[in-house]
């Protein structure tokens, strides 16, 4: 995953929020709102991606953009999350990485 330490020199750092909680219980609408960068890399079954993933949707800004990991054979759970997801928004695979992302600007380019 991220690790926080490559961006302590970074004069975006105060933008940047590292959330360590228990997904079932998190509610990020209670510490953030409009949020233009989601990187989802937590628990690998469905109802925790189900859960984190909702949570990003929340606090999603307009133009906004989610990234989740660990797409790959080895989490079932995160594929079959992933795929679904897919049938109702626009999602893209990162070609060379175990990444998909998401885009407000996706659906705003939509047909």
């Known amino acids: 995953g991220i690790q926080m330490e490559a961006f302590l020199d970074s004069?975006?750092?105060e933008q940047?929020?590292?959330i360590r909680a228990d997904?079932?219980?998190f509610q990020a609408e209670t510490r953030m709102a409009n949020v233009d960068f989601v990187y989802i890399?937590?628990?690998h079954n469905r109802?925790?991606?189900t859960k984190d993933t909702e949570n990003a949707f929340r606090i999603l800004s307009p133009r906004g953009t989610i990234v989740w990991d660990d797409y790959f054979h080895l989490y079932p759970d995160v594929v079959k999350f992933l795929d679904d997801l897919a049938e109702q928004?626009?999602?893209r695979g990162i070609a060379g990485t175990n990444y998909v992302i998401y885009s407000r600007?996706?659906?705003s380019s939509r047909p």
């Open 23 to 25: 997904s079932l219980t």
């Open 89 to 91: 928004h626009l999602l």
């Open 47 to 49: 109802p925790i991606i």
């Open 11 to 13: 004069s975006t750092k």
């Open 16 to 18: 940047i929020v590292q």
């Open 105 to 107: 600007r996706f659906e």
């Open 41 to 43: 890399d937590g628990g």
